[in-house]
């Protein structure tokens, strides 16, 4: 029986996608709920699974765009029955080729094996393959599979050609469907918003004194890593609820105001940016805050996102630094109206109470759309912010303990 496996509904907006690349070769034996390849929509980038289990025949190539309901490819499930009756009933088989030679069904078998793993990577070489785009012609591994060290040697050959000298070589790259969404949402961002950027800067110190005297005990009862980002979120949402205009939407002549923290992060991966959200953040704790960041940025590195993870936010925290970059003037996440850029840590003097001193500083970039925010309230959220990552004592309950005891 030949199976039609199709593409799926991935959104309400998105009536196209591009197939990126085949995970199994044509004439494969797959398994059912198998990933046989990777669709890209304007959004995101999914996988494709097998229906049932069958050998694999290939319908659409590699980079051709696709409708919601067009035929990707086709899996005979008749296949995997008659390897099943076959096993089950070897002697059958056996009575009904009765003049093969001896030694015949061993070599069939050895072969079988070799054609299904024969150049298929293995799912840790897969991945260094996706990441780094890089191709790999011939597997040396058992039976023909291509392993970690193919990928790794195929690396080493890539750099050492691109060392040529003089080389004047060019290539033209088509790009993808999810690059080409990056470019139009960030150009309507500079072209439908009046973007303004402020900056200022953060003393470190307190929030890396806390981190170096908890980190352990933290990760041993959250069994997560204490970072920076959750410092900062938290200081987003105390911040936001402030200074409500920060984290509003303009739409038409009406803004909406939210009185929830959906925050956007910034996630790289080998394709493209991508802004998974954490929903309801003010609510949430330090440890629920990192648990939150570290699944969602490793499955974005892995194309695992959904569509719903990346959507919705109202505000977006993006940080440069782990690239090292000092200072920069991040572009809206539209609809929303602003976002937080991280930089770089990085020692320098400064003058605390008339003396000079040296300690981690941080500059931050506050980017925001003056339709709806005016100067007073960027410059006010974003010492806010300064304020509370400064004194994380005031984290706790977004003011000063002897202030709220006093109901000052």
Not at 83 to 105: F, M, S
Not at 265 to 291: D, Q, Y
Request: hydrophobic share 40%.
């Amino acid at each position: 029986m030949l199976l039609e496996i199709k593409v799926p509904p991935v959104g309400e907006s998105i009536n196209e996608v591009t197939l990126a690349k085949w995970l199994k070769t044509d004439g494969a034996v797959v398994q059912q709920d198998e990933l046989i390849c990777e669709l890209e929509s304007e959004k995101a980038t999914f996988e494709l699974a097998a229906e049932k289990s069958g050998q694999l025949r290939i319908v659409a190539a590699e980079g051709s765009k696709l409708s919601i309901g067009d035929k990707v490819c086709m899996i005979d499930t008749g296949v995997v029955a008659e390897e099943k009756a076959a096993a089950e009933n070897p002697a059958a088989k056996k009575a009904d080729l009765p003049h093969e030679p001896a030694g015949k069904d061993v070599l069939q078998e050895v072969t079988e094996k070799e054609s299904y793993a024969k150049n298929v990577p293995s799912p840790a070489a897969d991945k260094m393959m996706r990441e780094t785009a890089v191709d790999v012609e011939r597997g040396t591994g058992k039976n023909g599979r291509i392993t970690k060290t193919d990928v790794l040697s195929a690396i080493s050959n890539s750099q050492a050609s691109q060392k040529k000298l003089f080389s004047r070589e060019e290539r033209r790259v088509t790009l993808s469907t999810l690059r080409k969404t990056i470019s139009k949402h960030l150009v309507a961002a500079k072209n439908t918003t009046a973007m303004l950027t402020t900056f200022n800067e953060i003393d470190m110190k307190p929030i890396m004194d806390i981190r170096a005297r908890y980190k352990d005990d933290f990760k041993q009862k959250h069994g997560v890593g204490l970072g920076f980002m959750s410092f900062f979120a938290k200081a987003t949402c105390y911040a936001l609820q402030e200074w409500p205009s920060v984290n509003a939407f303009l739409d038409g002549e009406e803004i909406i105001y939210h009185d929830f923290c959906d925050i956007s992060i910034a996630v790289s991966t080998p394709k493209g940016l991508v802004v998974p959200v954490i929903r309801n953040a003010e609510s949430l704790s330090f440890a629920e805050i990192e648990a939150r960041v570290a699944d969602l940025a490793g499955r974005g590195r892995e194309n695992k996102l959904s569509l719903e993870e990346m959507s919705g936010g109202t505000f977006t925290i993006t940080n440069g630094g782990v690239f090292g970059s000092l200072m920069s003037t991040p572009i809206i996440n539209i609809p929303q109206s602003a976002i937080l850029g991280m930089h770089k840590i990085q020692e320098r003097p400064v003058v605390i109470d008339g003396q000079i001193v040296v300690r981690p500083m941080m500059y931050l970039a506050l980017s925001y759309d003056h339709r709806i925010i005016d100067g007073r309230e960027s410059v006010s959220f974003l010492v806010r912010v300064k304020t509370l990552l400064e004194n994380p004592e005031l984290l706790l309950m977004g003011n000063d303990p002897v202030k709220a005891m006093l109901q000052l």
